[in-house]
Structures are given as C-alpha cells and as structure tokens.
C-alpha cells in the first residue's frame, strides 16, 4: 500500500514506483483527507488523525499489506506499525522525520508566489473543494510540518515489523535524523541513495524500485557476510 506525502497525493507514487511494483504485487493507495480526490474537512491536520485514516484503509481491505510511504506517508506508516502491527507486513519509510527539529533548515513553502500558484492549479484538478481551498490546505499543512510528529527512540523502539529506512543523500530530512531513526527500529534496514534528493522516489524510480523489492523479498534480519551491528540476531 503506497502512503503519499503531504501537499501531494496518491497519483504521484502510483506513477513512480507504483507502475514497476504492479509487476509483483497487488498495489493499493488513498487520497487522504484533503489531498488527492478526498475532500477537506474544517479538521486540522494531525499524522495520528492520518494514521486512523490508514489503519480504516487496512481494515477495508481486510488483510495485511507492506507499507511504502514518503514523506508524511512514512510517518504515518511508522504510527500504524506501532498501533497496530498485525496490519502491517514490512514497512519502507523514505524521507521520513523524527520531529520538526529533524528537518534540515530551508525557505518555507509560501501560499504567496508562483510556486505556489502552480501548485494550487495542480491541486485544483484534482480536488472536489477547488482552487479556493488550495491555500487552506497549504497553511494546515505548514502548521503540521512545524508542530509534528514527536517520535521518540521509546516509542520507535517498541516497532516489531521488519522496516527499511530510506531517504536520498540531500534530503530534506537531516541524515543526523534519518540514522536515528534507523538505529531505534530493531532490525531495521537503512538506504541512502546517492544524488538523490527528498524527491528521490521520483528522481529515480527504478533503482529505488529495486531496492524496495529486494528488501520486501530478503530475509529478515538479512543474511550478510560479516554481520556486526547484527551479529546477535544472525548467531540465533
């Protein structure tokens, strides 16, 4: 099941990664609310509101499914393996962060300008509350992007689903982050796609394609060579 990013929706992972992974898998995705094709409500926006909003998804479905999200899809996908793992058959996080203080300094997205003006239009053909609602949505997101998540080690500790961590080299996460993030999964797998940006599902949709299978394929934890931080898991 593919977890779209905020201020996006589910079109953009069924184009990248979705398409390849059609070839093996039976693929699923949603518009949350307010993005896509799914209305808004006067709700702000909260990741443990999404996650209710995923784990709804889960159950309509009726059977566990892997998890690939990006961006606020990752945090999302990392909320519904804590709550309720027996949805979830491997997670893949890419470009996910811990707290707002995990994101690297950078200009805010603005609700004035031409970026987002062609934001808006893109955003208004898709959605059934129109061009007017685009700038309600832009600031309910910026609100959420500076008040959440606050996932602590504890809590990303307490995961019991196999989790590959995955972001590009220049994302808009820090790698500080994205390593502790890492570290605190058990078991956890971790991808760091050279010249790559927070875009990098898009940028290069085969390689992270293949590396997305390979890990929903391997073994658990994997089988290296000369395990170190492993070595306890691969001796039992």
Not at 127 to 140: C, F, I, N, Q, T
Request: no cysteine; aromatic share 6%; hydrophobic share 40%.
């Amino acid at each position: 099941m593919l977890l779209h990013g905020g201020l996006s929706s589910s079109a953009s992972l069924r184009r990248t990664i979705g398409r390849r992974l059609s070839t093996n898998y039976r693929v699923s995705a949603f518009d949350r609310r307010g993005h896509g094709r799914t209305a808004d409500t006067d709700e702000p926006f909260h990741y443990d509101a999404m996650a209710r909003e995923t784990i709804a998804f889960l159950e309509w479905l009726d059977r566990p499914a892997h998890l690939i999200g990006h961006s606020d899809g990752a945090i999302i996908g990392l909320l519904v393996a804590m709550q309720r793992p027996e949805l979830v058959g491997r997670l893949v996080a890419v470009g996910a962060n811990t707290s707002p203080e995990g994101l690297e300094p950078m200009e805010p997205f603005s609700t004035v300008g031409p970026m987002f003006d062609e934001w808006a239009a893109d955003f208004a053909t898709r959605s059934p509350d129109g061009l007017a609602h685009a700038r309600v949505v832009a600031e309910k997101t910026i609100r959420l992007f500076q008040s959440e998540p606050h996932l602590t080690a504890d809590q990303l500790g307490s995961i019991d689903v196999a989790t590959l961590v995955m972001a590009g080299d220049d994302d808009s996460t820090r790698l500080e982050d994205t390593i502790a993030l890492y570290r605190a999964i058990p078991e956890a797998q971790l991808a760091i796609v050279p010249g790559a940006s927070h875009a990098v599902l898009k940028e290069y949709p085969r390689e992270s394609t293949a590396l997305i299978q390979r890990f929903l394929r391997g073994p658990v934890p994997p089988a290296t060579l000369s395990p170190i931080r492993r070595q306890s898991s691969a001796s039992r």
